[in-house]
């Protein structure tokens, strides 16, 4: 991902749109700290159709739902006895 100073991406603000297109997200810094990241809208609609996904679709989806049952079984230990 590209870093640009704040000041850079004001002053060239096409460029910075440009690449953000033809090569993805784009880090901006203010102060020398992250500020923004510029997207392009493809991108953009990707990651908010899939931060939108149903969470039993993606569960329904995982390659974990294969797993046998008798797997997935849990210690029964509770621990030890403590006085206080």
């Known amino acids: 991902m590209t870093?640009?100073?704040?000041?850079t991406a004001k002053n060239k603000f096409s460029e910075l749109i440009?690449?953000?297109r033809s090569e993805g997200p784009q880090l901006v810094t203010k102060r020398g700290d992250?500020?923004?990241v510029v997207l392009s809208v493809e991108d953009f609609l990707a990651l908010s159709a899939a931060a939108?996904?149903?969470?039993v679709d993606f569960f329904r989806a995982s390659p974990l739902r294969e797993i046998?049952?008798?797997?997935?079984?849990?210690?029964?230990?509770?621990?030890?006895?403590v006085e206080l």
């Open 34 to 36: 992250d500020a923004a």
């Open 18 to 20: 440009k690449r953000a």
């Open 3 to 7: 870093r640009w100073m704040l000041q």
């Open 68 to 81: 046998p049952a008798e797997l997935l079984t849990r210690d029964q230990d509770t621990g030890r006895d």
């Open 52 to 55: 939108g996904a149903d969470l």
